[in-house]
């Protein structure tokens, strides 16, 4: 950010917290400059800070408004065209037409959260995803993060069908287009079967970033992906991939099983320490990890 940037949006946050923690009237918060300060890529950094410095602030814990006027300011705040609201069709079923891939599952919301916390592992890079199923966690990093190009990919062609459907429902065209001055990023929907891809297939990506949200749910798929991973490390024209997977603790084999073929591989991981914003109503009390992955481009396939 420039520091006039910071600056304004230093200012905007002051703003905010002295009229809020005063129970000033809505209308006298300076909404108008929030949403031209929306625009800007740090955007949900704004609304995050916004928020920790109004209801979550400390004194607002304890001596808050009225329920009724939290309320009413989170309301407007959530209802600012910040750009990063994602539309999604998906499935009621966890498990629809043989996958799982119809719904979103916690571990998208929360790589998407951590995404959106940390825009700049995607900006201006080029991001396969892997097992996208509905497309959240593609869709808000298309929309808060500034990517290069978003691939998303799957192996079901229902899922791939309601994927493509969901990426044009958020206003990204299908077409083969290049890179405009627009900023939006070039979006491909493509199949791509771990038990089949080739490494020329994965070449062609030529991915800066690789992510995977909830694909570890049983030992088969956990295997086909760490091969498409070492296939990923070796086939780079320049460095190797940054690799996130995230993933529900469901069981204490979740991750074990996936560290074991990791280390098996010679693929170093580490976690990566939990974010602080929260913005979707998924399970709290469900165990979710990120793994960053190290490809160096000498495992054997
Ligand atoms: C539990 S869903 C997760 C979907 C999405 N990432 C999410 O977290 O909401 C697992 C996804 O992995 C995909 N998948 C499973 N095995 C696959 C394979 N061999 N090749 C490609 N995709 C696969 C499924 O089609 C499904 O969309």
Redesign the pocket.
Known sequence: MAPEDHEGATSLLQSFERRFLAARALPSFPWQSLEEKLKDPSGSELLLAILQKTVKHPVCVQHGPSVKYARCFLSKLIKKPSGDSVTLSESTAIVSHG??????????LY?AEWAIENPAAFTDRTVL??????G??GLAICKACCPRAYIF????AQ?LEQLRGNVRLNGFPLELHTPSDSGSPNVTVAK????EVTASQLSAFQADVVI????L?CWE?TL??VRVLKMLANCQRTSAPDVYV?YTVRSQDTGKMFITELDRAGIDWEEVPPHTGKLFPYEEHSAIAILKLVLTGRHAV
């Open positions: 996958t799982t891939g119809l719904v979103t599952w916690d571990a998208a790589l995803e892997l097992g996208s199923g509905a959240l966690t990919s799957d192996c079901h899922v791509l079967d771990w038990d995977a949200a909830d694909v749910y798929v086909s992906l995230a």
